[in-house]
Nanobody, 126 residues
Framework: EVQLVQSGGGSVQPGGSLRLSCAVSGFFHGLALGWFRQAPGKAREGVAAIYSAADRTYYADSVKGRFTISHDYGQSTLYLQMDRLESDDTAMYYC????????????????????WGQGTQVTVSS
């Protein structure tokens, strides 16, 4: 059974950086890991994903060049490094896992993810 436990997050000024962590237990080959976010009054949206079976990473256009997703197998931890943060990045962030049998051509849709972390708040404000 895959379990995800998040840490990190907090408040930062625009232009600053934060790193989110997600401890992953029960990882297996074929598991895609992703980060999502949900701002008040908005739908949850995909931010980034990593499919290690094919050594692929995926990003939403809104975060390309600013966010970096990575998976440390030794530490069993998924990371989201967020740089040059903007006020529009303010949201609750969630890590998630999806069991895939194919290499996604693009950022995997939310419906494929069956396991979720508990969420962590990121606030970008001056």
């Amino acid at each position: 059974e895959v379990q995800l436990v998040q840490s990190g997050g907090g408040s930062v000024q625009p232009g600053g950086s934060l790193r989110l962590s997600c401890a992953v237990s029960g990882f297996f080959h074929g598991l895609a890991l992703g980060w999502f976010r949900q701002a008040p009054g908005k739908a949850r949206e995909g931010v980034a994903a990593i499919y290690s079976a094919a050594d692929r990473t995926y990003y939403a256009d809104s975060v390309k060049g600013r966010f970096t997703i990575s998976h440390d197998y030794g530490q069993s931890t998924l990371y989201l490094q967020m740089d040059r943060l903007e006020s529009d990045d303010t949201a609750m962030y969630y890590c998630a896992a999806a069991h895939l049998r194919y290499t996604p051509p693009e950022l995997p849709p939310i419906g494929l993810y069956g396991t979720w972390g508990q969420g962590t708040q990121v606030t970008v404000s001056s």
